[in-house]
């Protein structure tokens, strides 16, 4: 049962408390770049989440023959083959996703969150708590993209996943799309805003400050 107990922490702490981007800043680069619609983010949430899985297993199992000399060049290797495979299988069956994803695929092989994993967790866990991680990591990176893809696509486009959701002007509706949403900009201060609310609920999670105001009660001691 504790091992069960312990695999469920492990997956599902990633979601919100130690979330790798709100939290840990990880990744945000596609964050910014590929959510201008659902169906882009949910593609690349599941590419990197495949990746990030099957790599934690491969080096989790290759741990102990891996010399710590040469880790980074190997585990980078190990990567990149498996990016290679998923830009591959995307541009078979699902080209016009991969148009509009672009080389940002292609970037997993340097993401902070891949790489970050595969150093910290699977070079010293056994593989299957090590795919575990990397599925949970995974699937809290997928729910922030999915949350700011839905907002700017509702917004800037009126619609969810292709299907219209308000009728625009353009289609003799109400709504006029907010273009801003679906420019980059857009995605920083979306990001921005769900940092802050998360950390507004959650206040543990707010880094500590560097310095002491002036006013502050422990300036007295």
Excluded: K
């Excluded at 690349?44 to 934690?56: F, N, P």
């Excluded at 599925?135 to 509702?154: F, M």
């Excluded at 619609?159 to 920083?188: E, I, K």
């Amino acid at each position: 049962m504790s091992a069960r107990t312990g695999l469920w922490g492990i997956l599902t702490e990633p979601l919100i408390r130690q979330n790798p981007v709100t939290l840990q800043i990880l990744g945000i680069c596609s964050a910014l770049a590929v959510t201008t619609s659902v169906a882009t983010a949910l593609t690349m949430s599941g590419a990197l989440t495949a990746v990030v899985v099957l790599s934690a297993g491969v080096i989790s199992l290759i741990r102990r023959h891996i010399p710590d000399s040469i880790r980074l060049i190997v585990q980078i290797v190990i990567v990149a083959s498996l990016v290679i495979v998923i830009d591959q299988l995307l541009q078979a069956y699902l080209f016009e996703i991969s148009q509009r994803l672009s080389v940002f695929v292609s970037l997993i092989t340097t993401n902070c969150l891949v790489l970050g994993r595969t150093e910290s967790y699977s070079r010293h866990n056994p593989p299957l708590r090590a795919m575990v991680d990397a599925l949970g990591n995974g699937l809290g990176y997928s729910l922030v993209l999915t949350v700011i893809g839905a907002i700017r696509e509702l917004f800037g486009a009126g619609s969810l996943l292709g299907w219209q959701v308000f009728a625009t002007v353009d289609q003799g509706g109400w709504y006029t799309p907010l273009n801003l949403m679906l420019l980059a900009p857009s995605a920083f201060f979306l990001l921005g805003g769900l940092v802050w609310a998360i950390r507004s609920i959650l206040p543990d999670q707010a880094e500590a400050l560097d310095y002491l105001r002036p006013d502050d009660p422990e300036n007295a001691a």
